[in-house]
C-alpha cells in the first residue's frame, strides 16, 4: 500500500512539474517548434556529411546548421522584409487616396454588369459584397502595417527568438537520434507505437514544412514574376499573397490571380489579361499539381477539406505558425486513431477466432 502511495505521488509531481516546464517554455514556442522542424528537414543532410566526413559530430551539425541559414533562413528574412516595406507602402497609399479599392470593384461592375445579376441569383447584395471586399482589402493592409510597426517595436524580440532558434537546432541535429531514442524510453506508449508516432510526425513536419511551403514559395514567386513582366503594381506584395494562399487547397493562388485578370479584361488590358489567365492555369496550376505529389508525397497527403480546416484551426490556436501545427496536429490525430483501429480491430479478430472453436463444441 505505501509502495503503491509512493509511485502516486510521484507521477502526480511528475505531471505537476511536466505542466510547470511546458508553461515555462511556452514563450519560446515557436523558436523551439521551428528549430525541431529544421533538424527534421535536414536531417538527410546531417546523415550524408556523417558518411562524408565521418562521425564529427559537433562539425557536421554545424556545416548543416550553416546550409540552412544561408539557403532557408537569410532569404525568408529579405523576403518577409521587404513584404513588410510593400504592405506599408501598400497602407500608406490606401489612406492617403492613391489606391481605392472600391473604385477598382466598381469599374468590373460597370464592365461585367453579369456579375452583379449572378450574385442576385443568390440573394447577395452588390453593394454589401462591395463594401465588405472593400474593409476586407484595408483590414490586411492594416495588419501587414501593424505587423510591421510591431517587429520594428520588438526587434530584440525577434532577434532573440531567431537566436534561440538557430542555437536550439544545433543540438538537436546534433543529438537529434538519442533524444528521440530517450523519449522512446521514457514513454509508455509502448516502443512499437512511439517509433511509428515519432516516423509519423517526422514525415508529416517534412511534407508540411518542404512541400506546401517549398509550392507555396514556388507559386509565389512565378505570380510575382508575371505580375512584374505585365507591369503591376506591388508585384513583390502580390507574389507573397499568392505564396501564402497557396497553402490552403480549396483557395490557392486563384484567389489573388483570378481577380487581378477580371479586372485587367474589365479596364480593357485584354491581352494582359489574357496572359496571366493562361499563365495561371498553365504554369502556376501544375506547378501544384506536378510538384505536390513529387515533394509531400500522396502516402501523407490528408484530404483537401481536412487540411483547410487544420490551417484555419491552427492560424486561430498557434498563430502565423498554425500553417504547418494545423496539419501536423490533424495527421498526429489520424494517427493515433489509426493505430487505435488496426490493434483493437485485430484483438477482436482474435478474440472471435479463439471463441469459434469453444461455441462449436458446445453445440
Do not use: H
Request: with cysteine.
Amino acid at each position: 500500500m505505501y509502495a503503491k502511495l509512493e509511485t502516486r505521488t510521484f507521477l502526480a509531481m511528475l505531471v505537476g512539474v511536466s505542466i510547470a516546464f511546458a508553461l515555462l517554455m511556452k514563450p519560446f514556442f515557436g523558436p523551439i517548434f521551428w528549430a525541431i522542424a529544421i533538424a527534421l528537414i535536414f536531417y538527410p543532410v546531417q546523415q550524408w556529411l556523417t558518411r562524408t566526413l565521418g562521425p564529427r559530430r559537433n562539425l557536421n551539425a554545424i556545416i548543416t546548421l550553416l546550409i540552412c541559414v544561408i539557403i532557408v533562413v537569410i532569404p525568408v528574412l529579405g523576403l518577409g522584409a521587404a513584404l513588410i516595406t510593400e504592405g506599408v507602402g501598400l497602407y500608406q497609399k490606401i489612406q492617403s487616396g492613391d489606391i481605392r479599392p472600391g473604385e477598382y470593384i466598381d469599374q468590373i461592375n460597370q464592365s461585367f454588369p453579369a456579375i452583379q445579376a449572378f450574385l442576385g441569383q443568390f440573394d447577395v447584395n452588390f453593394s454589401e459584397f462591395r463594401d465588405r471586399a472593400v474593409n476586407a482589402f484595408l483590414g490586411g493592409s492594416q495588419f501587414l502595417a501593424k505587423q510591421a510597426l510591431g517587429i520594428g517595436q520588438n526587434t530584440f524580440q525577434f532577434f532573440l527568438g531567431l537566436a534561440l532558434m538557430v542555437y536550439l537546432a544545433f543540438f538537436l541535429i546534433r543529438d537529434g537520434q538519442q533524444l528521440v531514442e530517450l523519449l522512446i524510453k521514457a514513454l509508455p506508449l509502448g516502443d512499437e507505437r512511439e517509433r511509428l508516432l515519432f516516423a509519423k510526425f517526422a514525415e508529416v513536419t517534412r511534407a508540411t514544412v518542404k512541400g506546401n511551403l517549398l509550392i507555396a514559395i514556388i507559386q509565389g514567386a512565378l505570380g510575382g514574376l508575371i505580375f512584374w513582366i505585365l507591369g503591376v503594381k506591388g508585384a513583390l506584395l502580390w507574389g507573397v499573397v499568392m505564396a501564402i494562399f497557396s497553402l490552403l487547397p480549396a483557395v490557392g493562388a486563384s484567389i489573388v490571380w483570378v481577380p487581378l485578370a477580371v479586372y485587367l479584361a474589365a479596364v480593357g488590358d485584354v491581352v494582359p489579361a489574357v496572359i496571366l489567365s493562361v499563365y495561371g492555369m498553365v504554369i502556376i496550376g501544375l506547378a501544384d499539381n506536378v510538384l505536390r505529389p513529387i515533394l509531400v508525397g500522396r502516402d501523407t497527403k490528408m484530404p483537401d477539406y481536412l487540411v483547410l480546416l487544420s490551417t484555419f484551426g491552427g492560424l486561430v490556436m498557434f498563430g502565423i505558425n498554425g500553417f504547418v501545427m494545423g496539419p501536423l496536429v490533424a495527421a498526429l490525430f489520424m494517427a493515433f486513431w489509426g493505430i487505435f483501429i488496426r490493434e483493437f480491430s485485430e484483438e477482436a479478430q482474435s478474440d472471435a477466432t479463439e471463441t469459434a472453436p469453444d461455441s462449436e463444441q458446445r453445440d
